[in-house]
Protein backbone atom coordinates (compact mmCIF):
# COMPACT_ATOMS: atom_id res chain seq x y z
CA UNK A 1 0.00 0.00 0.00
CA UNK A 2 1.33 3.44 -1.67
CA UNK A 3 0.19 6.18 1.43
CA UNK A 4 1.25 8.90 -0.60
CA UNK A 5 0.86 9.84 -4.17
CA UNK A 6 4.32 11.39 -6.18
CA UNK A 7 4.85 13.37 -8.80
CA UNK A 8 6.83 16.41 -10.44
CA UNK A 9 5.26 19.28 -10.76
CA UNK A 10 7.12 21.93 -12.85
CA UNK A 11 10.31 20.46 -12.46
CA UNK A 12 9.53 20.38 -8.32
CA UNK A 13 8.71 16.46 -6.22
CA UNK A 14 5.52 16.56 -5.02
CA UNK A 15 3.95 14.60 -2.61
CA UNK A 16 -0.12 14.35 -1.66
CA UNK A 17 -1.54 12.26 0.73
CA UNK A 18 -5.03 11.95 2.61
CA UNK A 19 -6.74 13.29 -0.27
CA UNK A 20 -9.96 10.95 -1.80
CA UNK A 21 -9.06 9.48 -5.11
CA UNK A 22 -11.44 10.76 -6.70
CA UNK A 23 -10.01 14.50 -5.86
CA UNK A 24 -9.28 15.90 -9.51
CA UNK A 25 -6.23 17.51 -10.43
CA UNK A 26 -7.96 20.79 -11.08
CA UNK A 27 -9.34 20.66 -7.89
CA UNK A 28 -5.99 20.01 -6.08
CA UNK A 29 -4.31 22.94 -8.54
CA UNK A 30 -6.42 25.32 -7.60
CA UNK A 31 -7.03 24.14 -3.85
CA UNK A 32 -2.97 24.61 -2.83
CA UNK A 33 -3.35 28.06 -4.80
CA UNK A 34 -2.38 27.59 -8.58
CA UNK A 35 -4.74 28.98 -9.81
CA UNK A 36 -3.25 30.13 -13.03
CA UNK A 37 -5.12 27.02 -14.11
CA UNK A 38 -8.48 28.06 -14.70
CA UNK A 39 -12.34 26.20 -14.49
CA UNK A 40 -14.63 26.62 -17.03
CA UNK A 41 -17.01 23.71 -17.87
CA UNK A 42 -15.61 20.85 -15.37
CA UNK A 43 -16.60 18.41 -18.23
CA UNK A 44 -13.36 18.41 -20.60
CA UNK A 45 -15.03 21.12 -23.20
CA UNK A 46 -13.63 24.37 -22.82
CA UNK A 47 -9.68 23.31 -22.64
CA UNK A 48 -9.27 26.29 -19.83
CA UNK A 49 -7.85 23.69 -17.37
CA UNK A 50 -5.51 22.04 -19.88
CA UNK A 51 -2.27 21.01 -18.35
CA UNK A 52 0.99 19.32 -19.91
CA UNK A 53 1.99 15.82 -18.82
CA UNK A 54 4.98 13.35 -19.48
CA UNK A 55 5.34 9.78 -19.16
CA UNK A 56 8.99 9.45 -17.63
CA UNK A 57 8.81 5.94 -19.01
CA UNK A 58 7.56 6.89 -22.55
CA UNK A 59 8.91 10.12 -23.50
CA UNK A 60 9.14 8.94 -26.84
CA UNK A 61 5.39 9.73 -26.61
CA UNK A 62 6.08 12.99 -26.29
CA UNK A 63 4.14 15.76 -24.20
CA UNK A 64 0.56 15.31 -23.99
CA UNK A 65 -2.19 18.16 -23.30
CA UNK A 66 -4.78 17.22 -21.09
CA UNK A 67 -7.99 18.69 -19.38
CA UNK A 68 -7.05 18.51 -15.24
CA UNK A 69 -10.80 18.85 -14.49
CA UNK A 70 -11.01 15.21 -15.40
CA UNK A 71 -7.98 13.70 -14.10
CA UNK A 72 -8.38 12.28 -10.92
CA UNK A 73 -4.80 13.11 -8.93
CA UNK A 74 -3.96 9.08 -8.68
CA UNK A 75 -3.51 9.00 -12.47
CA UNK A 76 -0.84 11.98 -11.94
CA UNK A 77 1.26 9.32 -9.54
CA UNK A 78 5.19 8.99 -11.15
CA UNK A 79 4.07 11.54 -14.34
CA UNK A 80 5.78 14.82 -15.09
CA UNK A 81 3.21 17.52 -14.73
CA UNK A 82 3.56 21.28 -16.19
CA UNK A 83 0.94 23.75 -15.76
CA UNK A 84 1.17 27.71 -17.16
CA UNK A 85 2.63 28.53 -13.70
CA UNK A 86 5.69 26.74 -14.05
CA UNK A 87 6.75 28.62 -17.97
CA UNK A 88 8.21 31.81 -17.48
CA UNK A 89 11.73 32.13 -16.45
CA UNK A 90 11.68 35.10 -14.24
CA UNK A 91 10.72 37.96 -16.43
CA UNK A 92 11.23 36.06 -19.61
CA UNK A 93 7.88 34.66 -21.08
CA UNK A 94 8.12 30.96 -22.62
CA UNK A 95 7.81 30.80 -26.29
CA UNK A 96 4.25 30.10 -26.02
CA UNK A 97 3.39 32.50 -24.12
CA UNK A 98 5.62 35.56 -26.12
CA UNK A 99 3.95 34.15 -29.17
CA UNK A 100 0.28 34.62 -27.83
CA UNK A 101 1.15 38.04 -26.66
CA UNK A 102 2.84 38.83 -29.94
CA UNK A 103 0.16 37.56 -32.19
CA UNK A 104 -2.49 39.56 -29.99
CA UNK A 105 -4.09 36.05 -28.73
CA UNK A 106 -5.54 36.95 -25.67
CA UNK A 107 -8.41 39.68 -24.90
CA UNK A 108 -9.82 38.90 -21.07
CA UNK A 109 -7.39 36.37 -20.32
CA UNK A 110 -9.36 33.16 -18.83
CA UNK A 111 -8.85 30.74 -21.94
CA UNK A 112 -5.07 32.01 -22.46
CA UNK A 113 -3.74 29.51 -19.87
CA UNK A 114 -5.42 26.69 -21.78
CA UNK A 115 -4.52 27.54 -24.96
CA UNK A 116 -0.69 28.31 -24.16
CA UNK A 117 -0.72 24.57 -22.39
CA UNK A 118 -1.91 23.35 -25.91
CA UNK A 119 0.69 25.49 -27.64
CA UNK A 120 3.25 24.03 -25.34
CA UNK A 121 2.79 20.68 -26.70
CA UNK A 122 2.91 21.75 -30.31
CA UNK A 123 6.09 23.30 -29.14
CA UNK A 124 6.96 19.77 -28.78
CA UNK A 125 5.28 18.29 -31.99
CA UNK A 126 8.23 17.41 -34.24
CA UNK A 127 5.61 16.60 -36.81
CA UNK A 128 4.06 20.06 -36.85
CA UNK A 129 7.53 21.97 -37.71
CA UNK A 130 7.29 23.64 -41.13
CA UNK A 131 3.38 23.33 -41.13
CA UNK A 132 1.68 24.67 -43.55
CA UNK A 133 -0.49 27.78 -42.62
CA UNK A 134 -3.50 26.04 -43.41
CA UNK A 135 -2.51 22.65 -42.03
CA UNK A 136 -5.22 20.72 -40.74
CA UNK A 137 -3.48 19.63 -37.33
CA UNK A 138 -2.96 22.94 -36.23
CA UNK A 139 -6.77 23.24 -35.71
CA UNK A 140 -6.54 19.97 -34.33
CA UNK A 141 -4.22 21.21 -32.19
CA UNK A 142 -6.83 24.09 -30.62
CA UNK A 143 -9.92 22.40 -31.45
CA UNK A 144 -10.25 21.11 -27.60
CA UNK A 145 -9.81 24.88 -26.26
CA UNK A 146 -12.61 27.64 -26.55
CA UNK A 147 -12.46 31.04 -26.40
CA UNK A 148 -15.15 33.45 -26.37
CA UNK A 149 -13.87 36.69 -26.67
CA UNK A 150 -10.21 37.31 -29.15
CA UNK A 151 -11.52 34.81 -31.96
CA UNK A 152 -9.43 32.13 -32.90
CA UNK A 153 -6.82 33.71 -35.84
CA UNK A 154 -4.48 35.67 -33.69
CA UNK A 155 -4.44 32.05 -31.68
CA UNK A 156 -4.00 30.20 -34.50
CA UNK A 157 -1.26 32.36 -35.44
CA UNK A 158 0.72 32.23 -32.07
CA UNK A 159 0.15 28.38 -32.83
CA UNK A 160 1.69 28.64 -36.21
CA UNK A 161 4.79 30.74 -35.21
CA UNK A 162 6.17 28.61 -32.49
CA UNK A 163 4.59 24.48 -33.70
CA UNK A 164 7.47 21.99 -33.79
CA UNK A 165 10.36 24.99 -32.60
CA UNK A 166 11.12 22.52 -29.82
CA UNK A 167 12.31 25.41 -27.10
CA UNK A 168 14.69 24.65 -24.50
CA UNK A 169 12.04 23.82 -21.91
CA UNK A 170 11.42 21.96 -18.80
CA UNK A 171 9.40 20.26 -20.77
CA UNK A 172 12.29 19.51 -23.46
CA UNK A 173 14.42 18.77 -20.05
CA UNK A 174 12.01 16.15 -18.82
CA UNK A 175 12.03 14.44 -22.61
CA UNK A 176 15.34 13.82 -23.14
CA UNK A 177 15.83 12.03 -19.81
CA UNK A 178 16.51 8.48 -20.45
CA UNK A 179 13.43 6.24 -20.26
CA UNK A 180 12.70 5.41 -16.37
CA UNK A 181 11.79 2.18 -15.56
CA UNK A 182 7.98 1.02 -15.89
CA UNK A 183 5.81 2.76 -13.49
CA UNK A 184 5.03 -0.26 -11.18
CA UNK A 185 1.83 -0.87 -9.37
CA UNK A 186 0.21 1.33 -7.49
CA UNK A 187 -1.95 1.46 -4.29
CA UNK A 188 -3.01 4.40 -2.66
CA UNK A 189 -5.66 5.23 -0.06
CA UNK A 190 -6.86 8.40 1.19
CA UNK A 191 -10.04 9.86 3.11
CA UNK A 192 -11.70 6.77 2.62
CA UNK A 193 -11.23 6.03 -1.18
CA UNK A 194 -8.71 3.37 -2.39
CA UNK A 195 -7.28 3.82 -5.76
CA UNK A 196 -4.79 0.45 -7.38
CA UNK A 197 -3.46 0.65 -10.38
CA UNK A 198 -1.90 -2.88 -10.96
CA UNK A 199 0.89 -3.52 -13.51
CA UNK A 200 -0.15 -6.99 -14.39
CA UNK A 201 -3.45 -8.46 -15.56
CA UNK A 202 -3.65 -10.91 -13.23
CA UNK A 203 -3.46 -8.74 -10.50
CA UNK A 204 -6.24 -6.60 -12.04
CA UNK A 205 -8.99 -9.51 -12.44
CA UNK A 206 -7.63 -11.13 -8.97
CA UNK A 207 -8.64 -8.17 -7.21
CA UNK A 208 -11.93 -7.79 -9.30
CA UNK A 209 -12.72 -10.87 -8.37
CA UNK A 210 -12.32 -9.98 -4.70
CA UNK A 211 -14.19 -6.84 -5.35
CA UNK A 212 -16.69 -7.17 -8.14
CA UNK A 213 -18.37 -4.01 -6.93
CA UNK A 214 -14.66 -1.94 -7.46
CA UNK A 215 -15.26 0.47 -10.43
CA UNK A 216 -13.02 0.27 -13.55
CA UNK A 217 -11.22 3.27 -14.66
CA UNK A 218 -8.91 4.05 -17.80
CA UNK A 219 -8.67 7.43 -18.85
CA UNK A 220 -11.73 8.66 -16.41
CA UNK A 221 -13.03 10.88 -19.82
CA UNK A 222 -16.45 9.31 -19.22
CA UNK A 223 -16.22 8.22 -15.31
CA UNK A 224 -14.44 11.77 -14.89
CA UNK A 225 -18.20 13.11 -15.65
CA UNK A 226 -19.63 11.03 -13.05
CA UNK A 227 -16.96 12.46 -10.51
CA UNK A 228 -17.96 16.36 -11.78
CA UNK A 229 -21.47 16.26 -12.58
CA UNK A 230 -23.13 13.67 -10.19
CA UNK A 231 -20.68 14.56 -7.58
CA UNK A 232 -19.75 10.59 -6.82
CA UNK A 233 -17.08 9.03 -4.80
CA UNK A 234 -16.49 6.08 -5.64
CA UNK A 235 -14.98 3.84 -3.18
CA UNK A 236 -12.51 1.47 -4.89
CA UNK A 237 -11.07 2.21 -8.21
CA UNK A 238 -9.18 -0.40 -10.17
CA UNK A 239 -7.42 1.22 -12.91
CA UNK A 240 -5.69 -0.65 -16.12
CA UNK A 241 -3.60 2.46 -17.09
CA UNK A 242 -0.22 0.22 -16.38
CA UNK A 243 -0.79 -3.18 -17.61
CA UNK A 244 1.25 -3.07 -20.76
CA UNK A 245 -0.69 -6.14 -22.02
CA UNK A 246 -3.64 -3.86 -22.73
CA UNK A 247 -1.60 -0.89 -24.15
CA UNK A 248 -0.67 -0.64 -28.05
CA UNK A 249 -1.42 -1.52 -31.22
CA UNK A 250 -0.11 -4.95 -32.58
CA UNK A 251 0.04 -5.93 -36.44
CA UNK A 252 0.71 -9.62 -37.76
CA UNK A 253 0.12 -9.52 -41.67
CA UNK A 254 -3.68 -8.18 -41.56
CA UNK A 255 -4.83 -8.56 -37.88
CA UNK A 256 -4.86 -6.19 -35.84
CA UNK A 257 -4.86 -6.54 -31.89
CA UNK A 258 -5.58 -3.18 -30.04
CA UNK A 259 -4.98 -3.09 -26.54
CA UNK A 260 -7.86 -1.97 -24.62
CA UNK A 261 -5.68 1.16 -22.26
CA UNK A 262 -4.54 2.25 -25.64
CA UNK A 263 -5.60 5.86 -25.88
CA UNK A 264 -7.18 7.24 -29.11
CA UNK A 265 -4.40 9.42 -29.97
CA UNK A 266 -2.12 6.68 -29.81
CA UNK A 267 -4.32 4.84 -31.77
CA UNK A 268 -5.03 7.53 -34.19
CA UNK A 269 -0.90 7.84 -34.75
CA UNK A 270 -0.81 4.16 -35.85
CA UNK A 271 -3.86 3.78 -37.48
CA UNK A 272 -2.96 6.60 -40.20
CA UNK A 273 -1.62 3.96 -42.39
CA UNK A 274 -2.11 0.45 -40.79
CA UNK A 275 -5.95 1.11 -40.69
CA UNK A 276 -7.46 4.78 -42.18
CA UNK A 277 -10.90 3.78 -41.74
CA UNK A 278 -10.57 4.14 -37.86
CA UNK A 279 -8.18 7.10 -38.19
CA UNK A 280 -10.98 8.74 -40.33
CA UNK A 281 -12.85 8.82 -37.41
CA UNK A 282 -10.38 9.63 -35.21
CA UNK A 283 -10.48 12.70 -36.56
CA UNK A 284 -13.43 13.53 -35.69
CA UNK A 285 -13.52 12.12 -31.79
CA UNK A 286 -13.30 14.68 -28.90
CA UNK A 287 -10.66 17.04 -28.73
CA UNK A 288 -6.77 16.68 -28.55
CA UNK A 289 -6.99 16.61 -25.19
CA UNK A 290 -9.21 14.14 -24.38
CA UNK A 291 -7.84 11.73 -27.40
CA UNK A 292 -4.61 11.75 -24.96
CA UNK A 293 -6.90 10.79 -21.94
CA UNK A 294 -9.55 8.40 -23.42
CA UNK A 295 -9.28 4.65 -24.41
CA UNK A 296 -10.84 2.32 -27.01
CA UNK A 297 -11.86 -0.02 -24.03
CA UNK A 298 -13.22 2.84 -22.31
CA UNK A 299 -15.36 3.90 -24.91
CA UNK A 300 -16.78 0.14 -26.09
CA UNK A 301 -17.12 0.00 -21.82
CA UNK A 302 -19.09 2.78 -21.71
CA UNK A 303 -21.63 1.72 -24.21
CA UNK A 304 -23.35 4.83 -25.56
CA UNK A 305 -25.73 4.37 -28.20
CA UNK A 306 -23.66 7.30 -29.74
CA UNK A 307 -19.99 6.14 -29.06
CA UNK A 308 -18.02 7.05 -32.54
CA UNK A 309 -15.76 3.69 -32.31
CA UNK A 310 -17.97 0.67 -32.02
CA UNK A 311 -19.84 1.63 -35.87
CA UNK A 312 -16.18 1.94 -37.23
CA UNK A 313 -15.40 -1.68 -35.29
CA UNK A 314 -18.51 -3.21 -35.64
CA UNK A 315 -18.11 -2.66 -39.36
CA UNK A 316 -14.81 -4.09 -39.39
CA UNK A 317 -16.19 -7.37 -37.87
CA UNK A 318 -14.31 -6.50 -34.66
CA UNK A 319 -14.09 -9.29 -31.90
CA UNK A 320 -13.52 -8.23 -28.04
CA UNK A 321 -11.41 -10.07 -25.68
CA UNK A 322 -12.43 -10.39 -21.81
CA UNK A 323 -10.51 -11.74 -18.93
CA UNK A 324 -11.33 -13.01 -15.64
CA UNK A 325 -10.29 -15.28 -13.35
CA UNK A 326 -11.90 -18.09 -14.72
CA UNK A 327 -10.18 -17.48 -17.74
CA UNK A 328 -10.46 -15.51 -21.15
CA UNK A 329 -13.09 -15.34 -23.85
CA UNK A 330 -13.61 -13.85 -27.17
CA UNK A 331 -17.22 -12.46 -28.68
CA UNK A 332 -17.80 -10.80 -32.06
CA UNK A 333 -18.01 -7.14 -30.52
CA UNK A 334 -22.29 -7.18 -32.27
CA UNK A 335 -23.17 -9.34 -29.18
CA UNK A 336 -20.85 -7.19 -27.03
CA UNK A 337 -24.19 -4.23 -26.49
CA UNK A 338 -26.56 -6.03 -24.57
CA UNK A 339 -29.25 -2.72 -24.11
CA UNK A 340 -28.86 1.01 -23.51
CA UNK A 341 -25.62 0.81 -21.85
CA UNK A 342 -25.45 -2.33 -21.14
CA UNK A 343 -22.92 -5.22 -22.15
CA UNK A 344 -21.67 -8.10 -21.92
CA UNK A 345 -18.72 -7.57 -19.90
CA UNK A 346 -19.13 -9.78 -15.97
CA UNK A 347 -18.86 -8.22 -13.08
CA UNK A 348 -15.65 -9.59 -12.26
CA UNK A 349 -14.25 -9.28 -15.82
CA UNK A 350 -11.89 -6.80 -17.38
CA UNK A 351 -12.18 -5.52 -21.68
CA UNK A 352 -8.03 -6.75 -22.92
CA UNK A 353 -8.39 -6.11 -26.38
CA UNK A 354 -10.10 -5.51 -29.55
CA UNK A 355 -8.90 -8.09 -32.30
CA UNK A 356 -9.83 -7.47 -35.97
CA UNK A 357 -8.68 -8.38 -39.46
CA UNK A 358 -8.14 -5.05 -42.50
CA UNK A 359 -10.44 -5.33 -45.18
CA UNK A 360 -9.60 -6.04 -48.31
CA UNK A 361 -7.63 -3.40 -50.39
CA UNK A 362 -10.46 -3.01 -52.97
CA UNK A 363 -13.21 -3.23 -50.17
CA UNK A 364 -15.46 -0.41 -50.73
CA UNK A 365 -15.43 1.00 -47.08
CA UNK A 366 -16.00 4.56 -45.10
CA UNK A 367 -16.62 6.37 -41.84
CA UNK A 368 -18.89 9.62 -41.23
CA UNK A 369 -20.01 11.19 -38.13
CA UNK A 370 -22.43 13.83 -38.16
CA UNK A 371 -22.80 16.51 -35.35
CA UNK A 372 -24.05 19.87 -34.89
CA UNK A 373 -20.65 21.66 -35.20
CA UNK A 374 -17.42 19.73 -36.69
CA UNK A 375 -14.79 19.81 -34.09
CA UNK A 376 -15.41 18.67 -30.33
CA UNK A 377 -18.88 17.63 -30.44
CA UNK A 378 -20.58 14.24 -30.35
CA UNK A 379 -22.61 12.44 -32.85
CA UNK A 380 -26.21 12.96 -33.78
CA UNK A 381 -25.51 9.80 -35.70
CA UNK A 382 -21.95 8.16 -37.09
CA UNK A 383 -21.75 5.25 -39.77
CA UNK A 384 -19.61 2.83 -40.86
CA UNK A 385 -19.71 0.93 -44.18
CA UNK A 386 -17.60 -2.20 -45.44
CA UNK A 387 -19.05 -3.53 -48.72
CA UNK A 388 -16.88 -6.00 -51.02
CA UNK A 389 -17.79 -7.14 -54.09
CA UNK A 390 -16.41 -9.62 -56.45
CA UNK A 391 -16.71 -9.65 -60.26
CA UNK A 392 -19.53 -7.32 -59.70
CA UNK A 393 -21.45 -9.07 -56.71
CA UNK A 394 -21.32 -8.15 -52.85
CA UNK A 395 -19.85 -10.61 -50.65
CA UNK A 396 -19.48 -9.11 -48.08
CA UNK A 397 -21.63 -6.04 -46.45
CA UNK A 398 -20.97 -4.52 -42.83
CA UNK A 399 -23.18 -1.38 -42.48
CA UNK A 400 -23.17 -0.30 -39.17
CA UNK A 401 -24.45 2.94 -37.09
CA UNK A 402 -24.60 4.64 -33.73
CA UNK A 403 -27.63 6.96 -33.07
CA UNK A 404 -30.02 4.96 -34.24
CA UNK A 405 -31.06 2.17 -31.61
CA UNK A 406 -30.34 1.67 -27.97
CA UNK A 407 -27.32 0.13 -28.65
CA UNK A 408 -24.72 1.41 -31.94
CA UNK A 409 -25.98 -1.57 -34.30
CA UNK A 410 -25.63 -3.47 -37.43
CA UNK A 411 -28.23 -3.20 -40.37
CA UNK A 412 -28.13 -6.84 -40.55
CA UNK A 413 -31.65 -7.01 -42.85
CA UNK A 414 -29.96 -4.19 -45.02
CA UNK A 415 -26.75 -5.85 -45.37
CA UNK A 416 -29.20 -9.46 -46.33
CA UNK A 417 -30.27 -7.10 -49.16
CA UNK A 418 -27.30 -6.45 -50.41
CA UNK A 419 -25.26 -9.75 -50.61
CA UNK A 420 -25.03 -11.66 -54.11
CA UNK A 421 -26.79 -8.40 -55.92
CA UNK A 422 -24.53 -5.04 -56.34
CA UNK A 423 -24.26 -2.14 -53.84
CA UNK A 424 -25.27 0.45 -56.65
CA UNK A 425 -27.98 -1.45 -57.68
CA UNK A 426 -29.38 -2.91 -54.72
CA UNK A 427 -29.49 0.10 -52.91
CA UNK A 428 -33.05 0.63 -52.94
CA UNK A 429 -33.55 -2.84 -50.92
CA UNK A 430 -31.03 -1.93 -48.54
CA UNK A 431 -32.67 1.50 -47.36
CA UNK A 432 -35.88 0.17 -47.69
CA UNK A 433 -34.41 -2.62 -44.85
CA UNK A 434 -32.53 -0.39 -42.88
CA UNK A 435 -35.71 2.22 -42.44
CA UNK A 436 -37.30 -1.08 -41.04
CA UNK A 437 -34.98 -1.97 -38.25
CA UNK A 438 -33.77 1.26 -37.23
CA UNK A 439 -35.66 2.67 -34.26
CA UNK A 440 -34.04 6.13 -33.46
CA UNK A 441 -35.10 8.05 -30.53
CA UNK A 442 -35.67 11.70 -30.62
CA UNK A 443 -33.40 13.91 -28.15
CA UNK A 444 -31.98 17.63 -28.08
CA UNK A 445 -29.42 16.26 -31.14
CA UNK A 446 -32.04 15.40 -33.34
CA UNK A 447 -35.78 14.00 -34.09
CA UNK A 448 -36.18 10.49 -35.26
CA UNK A 449 -37.02 11.45 -38.30
CA UNK A 450 -33.60 13.69 -38.54
CA UNK A 451 -31.66 10.42 -37.42
CA UNK A 452 -33.49 7.66 -39.93
CA UNK A 453 -32.69 10.12 -42.74
CA UNK A 454 -29.47 10.79 -42.10
CA UNK A 455 -28.85 7.26 -41.49
CA UNK A 456 -30.54 6.60 -45.18
CA UNK A 457 -28.56 9.47 -46.48
CA UNK A 458 -24.89 8.37 -45.08
CA UNK A 459 -25.47 4.82 -46.62
CA UNK A 460 -27.07 7.15 -49.94
CA UNK A 461 -23.27 9.00 -49.60
CA UNK A 462 -21.03 6.32 -48.72
CA UNK A 463 -22.26 4.29 -52.37
CA UNK A 464 -21.78 7.98 -54.46
CA UNK A 465 -18.16 8.54 -52.47
CA UNK A 466 -17.12 4.93 -53.62
CA UNK A 467 -18.63 4.59 -56.81
CA UNK A 468 -15.19 5.32 -58.16
CA UNK A 469 -12.57 4.50 -55.79
CA UNK A 470 -12.92 2.47 -52.97
CA UNK A 471 -11.77 4.30 -50.00
CA UNK A 472 -10.52 8.49 -50.03
CA UNK A 473 -8.09 8.27 -46.92
CA UNK A 474 -8.13 11.34 -44.66
CA UNK A 475 -6.50 13.92 -46.71
CA UNK A 476 -5.41 17.14 -44.95
CA UNK A 477 -8.53 19.76 -44.99
CA UNK A 478 -10.72 17.01 -46.18
CA UNK A 479 -13.88 16.47 -43.77
CA UNK A 480 -15.34 12.78 -42.63
CA UNK A 481 -18.09 14.83 -40.75
CA UNK A 482 -21.25 16.38 -41.65
CA UNK A 483 -22.28 19.17 -40.08
CA UNK A 484 -25.88 19.29 -39.17
CA UNK A 485 -26.46 22.29 -37.40
CA UNK A 486 -24.65 25.84 -36.22
CA UNK A 487 -25.44 24.96 -32.32
CA UNK A 488 -22.92 23.53 -29.72
CA UNK A 489 -24.67 20.76 -28.03
CA UNK A 490 -25.07 20.72 -24.53
CA UNK A 491 -26.69 17.44 -23.89
CA UNK A 492 -25.29 14.84 -21.66
CA UNK A 493 -23.18 11.85 -23.37
C1 LIG B 1 -15.36 16.63 -23.96
C2 LIG B 1 -15.60 15.21 -24.35
C3 LIG B 1 -15.71 14.87 -25.69
C4 LIG B 1 -15.94 13.56 -26.07
N1 LIG B 1 -16.07 13.28 -27.40
C5 LIG B 1 -16.37 12.02 -27.78
C6 LIG B 1 -16.55 11.72 -29.16
O1 LIG B 1 -16.40 12.58 -30.03
N2 LIG B 1 -16.92 10.46 -29.48
C7 LIG B 1 -17.09 9.49 -28.54
O2 LIG B 1 -17.40 8.35 -28.89
N3 LIG B 1 -16.89 9.73 -27.22
C8 LIG B 1 -16.54 10.97 -26.82
N4 LIG B 1 -16.36 11.24 -25.49
C9 LIG B 1 -16.51 10.18 -24.50
C10 LIG B 1 -15.17 9.55 -24.01
O3 LIG B 1 -14.09 10.41 -24.19
C11 LIG B 1 -14.85 8.24 -24.72
O4 LIG B 1 -15.93 7.35 -24.55
C12 LIG B 1 -13.55 7.59 -24.24
O5 LIG B 1 -13.14 6.64 -25.18
C13 LIG B 1 -13.70 6.91 -22.89
O6 LIG B 1 -12.48 6.28 -22.56
P1 LIG B 1 -11.88 6.41 -21.08
O7 LIG B 1 -10.66 5.58 -21.06
O8 LIG B 1 -11.72 7.81 -20.69
O9 LIG B 1 -13.05 5.71 -20.22
P2 LIG B 1 -13.31 5.75 -18.66
O10 LIG B 1 -14.04 7.00 -18.32
O11 LIG B 1 -12.08 5.46 -17.89
O12 LIG B 1 -14.29 4.50 -18.53
C14 LIG B 1 -15.55 4.49 -19.18
C15 LIG B 1 -16.34 3.25 -18.72
O13 LIG B 1 -15.71 2.07 -19.20
C16 LIG B 1 -15.35 1.19 -18.11
N5 LIG B 1 -14.06 0.61 -18.52
C17 LIG B 1 -12.98 1.30 -19.01
N6 LIG B 1 -12.02 0.45 -19.38
C18 LIG B 1 -12.48 -0.81 -19.12
C19 LIG B 1 -11.91 -2.12 -19.30
N7 LIG B 1 -10.69 -2.30 -19.84
N8 LIG B 1 -12.66 -3.20 -18.93
C20 LIG B 1 -13.90 -3.03 -18.40
N9 LIG B 1 -14.47 -1.81 -18.22
C21 LIG B 1 -13.77 -0.71 -18.58
C22 LIG B 1 -15.31 2.08 -16.88
O14 LIG B 1 -15.63 1.34 -15.71
C23 LIG B 1 -16.39 3.10 -17.21
O15 LIG B 1 -17.65 2.59 -16.87
C24 LIG B 1 -16.08 12.54 -25.08
C25 LIG B 1 -15.95 12.87 -23.73
C26 LIG B 1 -15.72 14.19 -23.36
C27 LIG B 1 -15.57 14.51 -21.90
S1 LIG C 1 -12.74 23.09 -17.14
FE1 LIG C 1 -13.47 22.99 -19.20
S2 LIG C 1 -12.28 21.42 -20.02
FE2 LIG C 1 -11.74 21.38 -17.95
S1 LIG D 1 -9.58 35.85 -24.14
FE1 LIG D 1 -11.48 35.88 -23.12
S2 LIG D 1 -12.22 33.86 -23.34
FE2 LIG D 1 -10.48 33.89 -24.57
Same mark, same amino acid.
Given at each position: ??????????????????????????????????????????????????????????????????????????????????????????????????????????????????????????????????????????????????????????????????????????????????????????????????????????????????????????????????????????????????????????????????????????????????????????????????????????? &???? $???? /? @???? #?? %? *?? +?? !?????????????????????????????????????????????????????????????????????????????????????????????????? &???? $???? /? @???? #?? %? *?? +?? !????????????????????????????????????????????????????????
Amino acid at each position: MRPALRFHLDGAPVEVTDLHPTTTLLRWLRATGRTGTKEGCGEGDCGACTVVVVDPAHPERGPRAVNSCLVLLPQVADLQLFTVEGLAQGATLHPAQQAMVDALGSQCGYCTPGFVMSLVEACHRPDLRQAAPDDWRLDDQLCGNLCRCTGYRPIRDALARVAGTSPDDAVATSLSAPPASPRGSLDYQGDGGRFVAPDRLEDAIALLAEHPDARVVSGATDLGLDVTRRHRRFPLLLSVARIDELDGLDEAGDALRIGAATSLSTLEAATATALPLLHRMLRYFGSRQIKHRGTVGGN &LCNA $SPIG /D @LAPV #LL %A *LD +AR !VELASVRGRRRLPLSEFFLGYRQTAVAPDELLVAVHLRRPPPDARRGAYKVSRRRELDISAVSAAFVVHEIDGAVAHARLAFGGVAATPVRAIDAEQA &LLGG $SLDA /D @LDAA #LA %A *LS +AQ !VRPIDDDRGSAWFRRTLAANLLRGFVAETASVPFAPLAPGHSATVAAGSQPSGASR
